[in-house]
Each structure stands twice: as structure tokens, then as C-alpha cells.
């Protein structure tokens, strides 16, 4: 937790942690897909890949992040029985000079900051 006080993103870390928790049905757990948050950004190398994992390691709620240098695209695997903040994951983003230029989540297709 020190290390998430410590980064420039902490509002949007917080943001992040005031995740909501959903009740668990087998409809949601046939679709865990349902729950990825699926961002294209402009540009991505293997930097950018580094820069992004190690900012969304560790951050409660996220089981994976997984980057396409290839398809520029940067895809967030909650926790089981965790929906994460759109709004949170694009302010993280943000704090590290990576906008999304697209977000794709559970709740609706962004290509500016969202709402909530």
C-alpha cells in the first residue's frame, strides 16, 4: 500500500480501489471476458509495456494486465467477483502518458474520460 501512496496516480489509485463488488451467478462466471477492460492506446513498445505493468501490478482488484505491442491494446483482468472503476482505470492511464484513444468495459465503450 505505501507504494500506491507514493505514485502520482493516488487519487486514481483510490478510484480504482473503490471498486464495486457484483453478486456471482454462473451466467457471470461463463463469461469472465465480460469483465476485462479492453483499452487501444496510440502508440505501444516495449516500454510502454513495462511502464503499464508495473503501474497496474499490485493495484487491488487486478488479477492480470496483458499488452499487444501489435495491436496497441492494453487488457485489465479483474479479480473473481470484481468489476473495476472505468474512470479510475482511464485517470491511471493518464498519470502515465497513456490516454486511451478506446475503452471497452462491462459498462460501455469510452473514447473520452468517463463519467463514473
Known amino acids: 500500500m505505501s507504494k500506491l501512496f507514493r505514485s502520482t496516480g493516488f487519487v486514481a ?23 476485462n477492460i479492453v483499452m487501444t492506446v496510440g502508440e505501444m513498445c516495449g516500454g510502454c509495456v ?30 473473481k467477483d470484481v468489476r473495476l472503476s472505468p474512470k479510475g482505470v482511464w ?10 484513444k478506446k475503452m471497452v468495459t462491462p459498462t460501455g465503450t469510452f473514447t473520452s474520460k468517463p463519467k463514473a
Open 91 to 100: 485517470e491511471i492511464m493518464e498519470s502515465i502518458g497513456k490516454t486511451p
Open 13 to 35: 489509485g483510490l478510484m480504482l480501489l473503490a471498486v464495486s463488488i457484483f453478486a456471482h451467478s454462473p451466467a457471470q462466471a461463463a463469461s469472465a471476458e465480460k469483465t
Open 50 to 79: 513495462t511502464k503499464i505493468t508495473k503501474r497496474f501490478d499490485g493495484v487491488a482488484g487486478i488479477a492480470k494486465v496483458q499488452c499487444s505491442i501489435e495491436k496497441k491494446s492494453v487488457t485489465l483482468i479483474p479479480k
